[in-house]
């Protein structure tokens, strides 16, 4: 449903007391899909109002790796007493907007503001891209602790890069800003999809601070 890393587990490599690191270990159906040599590591470093998440792919074997990763980052919305998923607002720097068709294929998504109230439904499964700026910010309106979700560590995010909108239901305790390298089913669009050479390696960075 979400790639390859339900298909294996992940091995401590380090653990400590700012965080940890892990090498996945595919199982039989990731090695079918994903017939590569590679390492894929996952480290999280934690702090006291945020974390930052670091995937690593180092290509092992002798020709060019495709990936294009990202995360499924779960927040509970809304978070104070009273409020409602309305009250939040959300500011994504993004110039188009896309969603995905029944045959996976990409096709224009809604026109949205630069700040969304998040209870507006046409955020849900959209992807956010041609981005601006690095930062998705959401948060309860006139109130202290905004959330901010990162794509990578520079002033402009890596080329292709994606959030994602999410959640289940009108009922649904909780809202998903995910941060991707590329809109779904890079390997067709190739949108966000990026190549590791032979004896290489890629990291992709992804941080959460709340403010």
Request: hydrophobic share 40%; proline share 9%.
């Amino acid at each position: 449903m979400h790639g390859l890393a339900r298909q294996g587990v992940f091995g401590a490599t380090r653990l400590d007391d700012g965080g940890f690191e892990t090498v996945f270990v595919p199982g039989v159906e990731a090695s079918a899909c994903y017939p590569f040599q590679y390492e894929f590591r996952v480290a999280y470093r934690f702090a006291a109002f945020g974390l930052t998440c670091k995937l690593t792919l180092e290509n092992l074997g002798e020709e060019p790796l495709p990936w294009s990763a990202g995360h499924h980052f779960y927040f509970t919305l809304p978070w104070s007493e009273g409020s409602g998923r309305g009250d939040y607002l959300i500011r994504i720097p993004a110039d188009q907007r896309l969603r995905q068709d029944a045959a996976g294929r990409l096709v224009a998504g809604p026109q949205l503001s630069p700040v969304e109230r998040m209870d507006n439904p046409a955020l849900i499964d959209t992807f956010h891209t041609e981005l601006r700026g690095p930062e998705a910010v959401f948060g309860e309106e006139g109130e202290p602790g905004d959330v901010a979700v990162r794509l990578g560590d520079g002033a402009l995010p890596p080329a292709g890069a994606t959030f994602v909108t999410w959640t289940e239901s009108e009922a649904s305790p909780f809202y998903c800003v995910e941060p991707w390298m590329g809109p779904a089913n890079a390997p067709e669009h190739k949108r966000g999809l990026h190549l590791v050479p032979p004896g290489g390696t890629e990291t992709f960075t992804v941080s959460v601070a709340v403010r």
